[in-house]
């Protein structure tokens, strides 16, 4: 990613909309989240007072706000890289505004403003995964893993059905909403996948949750990368923190089976699951959500 100039004085800028900002029919009431690509905002329908949150495209290294909210890239080197993701954010809008699922975040509108792309989404009540991991010392239950998860993969299923991946399936982009029915968010790195030649990947990976083959950008992506990332969410519920990455395990492996490590806490189906989702070499591991699914829910097995 190239370096903005004048990065001190970049600091001093406000990257966020104002609160009170009206921007399509929408007011901004508070910046909701703030990553390296984006902001989002919680903000509200001036028609009906609805909620939603509001994802803009900002990648904060490549373009600022100027002074009437226009973003503007740093320099011409970066202008070419923010125009790139600006077509890209433009089109995971597109697709998600698509996929209508109840475990799948609702798109429910996108349009260009100030010179970059917003994507308006149903505001849905929770806490994601990563936030109930770090305040749990005690044990994740298994009535919780089969139901979050169960869930959690009809959406998985949904999405590649239509030859759609996740690619970044993590705590921190799982919503627990109530009765822990969950939500599966950010969908930053979503693309489309064939059985023909592949284009090179994008390097959008997550230490502890992105199987081997997500780091190299000619590797053999399909519904096994995503059920890889599943699984090891599964793990860092076990665990209690994030998984050994991939790259490291295929140097030197020291993540213990979670058939051994917690043979003592719970079923020996659900833990031989998640061993095979998190199997290194991706033929080895479900090739499909069915199968997966087969494995974690006992009353699938014939």
Known sequence: MLKPRGSESNHKRSYHLKV?????????????????????????????QTQVLIKEYLPNKLAHRAWNNLVVPNNPASRILFLQGRGLFFEEAKVLATLKHPNIVDVISFFKANDTVYLVMIYDYGITLDKILLGHSELISEVFLCTVFRRLLAGVDFMHQRKLLHLDIKPANILIRPDNNPLLLDFGAIRYFSQQKQKPLSKVVTNGFSPVEQYD????????????????????????????????????????????????????YLLKAVDWA?????????????????????????
């Open 217 to 268: 950008t000619h590797g053999q992506i399909g519904p096994w990368t995503d059920i890889y990332s599943v699984g090891a969410s599964m793990r860092a519920c076990m665990d209690g923190k994030a998984p050994q990455s991939s790259l490291d395990r295929l140097k030197y492996d020291e993540m213990q089976s979670a058939t051994v490590l917690h043979r003592k806490k719970y079923p020996e």
């Open 278 to 302: 998190m199997a290194l070499q991706a033929k080895d591991r479900p090739q499909s959500v069915a199968q997966f699914l087969q494995a974690i829910d006992p009353d699938l097995k014939r």
């Open 20 to 48: 009170g900002t009206i921007i399509d029919q929408y007011i901004i009431e508070r910046e909701f989240a703030r990553g390296g690509f984006s902001s989002v905002y919680l903000a509200r329908q001036q028609k009906d």
